[in-house]
């Protein structure tokens, strides 16, 4: 079973239609999520494929807005009636990420990199005591890769990412 999926996808990359093919071979249909213009949605938004496309996409309300135009000018029937309501439904469920969850993404990823790259010559306790600055943090990490730490390029903002939000200066307590 994962053979033909993978060999369909691979069939998908060749032809160039991957995301039609993958959208009905792979194994995570969704469904839309319930709230205030589901049903509108579901009438209206799955006739031609799955809700996987939409599900997936993060886009503002002017994005959302556009893409509705986008979908009646390919032939989706959305009544002017309905029209405000799909697009708050689309919006409030399927919004562009919010900075914060951005934000933690990359603490996240540099707690990995940190494990990886910081814990080679001393345990993780040198960090630990330390309190700095995110400019701090990030001369101390150009230092370390100065004395022999391995860090790529793209692994250097979430690594100070987690280093200024866990081991960051903290006000003086009252
Ligand atoms: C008349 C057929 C049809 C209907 C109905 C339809 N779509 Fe689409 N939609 C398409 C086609 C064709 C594509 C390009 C699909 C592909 O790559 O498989 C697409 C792609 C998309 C995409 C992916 C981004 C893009 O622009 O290619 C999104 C998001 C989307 N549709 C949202 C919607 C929403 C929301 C609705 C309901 C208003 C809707 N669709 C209704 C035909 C339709
Ligand atoms: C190639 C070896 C090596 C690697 C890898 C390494 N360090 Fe160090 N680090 C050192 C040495 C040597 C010291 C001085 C140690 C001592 O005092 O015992 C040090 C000390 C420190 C200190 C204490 C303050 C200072 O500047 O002396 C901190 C904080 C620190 N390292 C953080 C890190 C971080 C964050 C990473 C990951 C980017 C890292 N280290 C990776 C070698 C390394």
Redesign the pocket.
Known sequence: MRDTTLKLLLLALVSGSI??AS?TVGASKQDLPDGPGAEI?RN??T???EAD??VS?RLSRQGWTR??E???R?????PDAEKER?IDY?SAGFPVRKAGAQQAQSIERGKAVFEQRCTVCHESDLTEQQRLTRQGWTREVEKMIRWGAVVPDSDKQALIDYLSAGFGLRPLKK
Do not use: S
Not at 74 to 78: D, E, I
């Open positions: 995301i039609a959208a949605a209206r938004c006739t031609c494929h496309l939409i996409q893409e509705v986008k979908m009646i390919w032939g989706a029937v959305v799909l689309l």
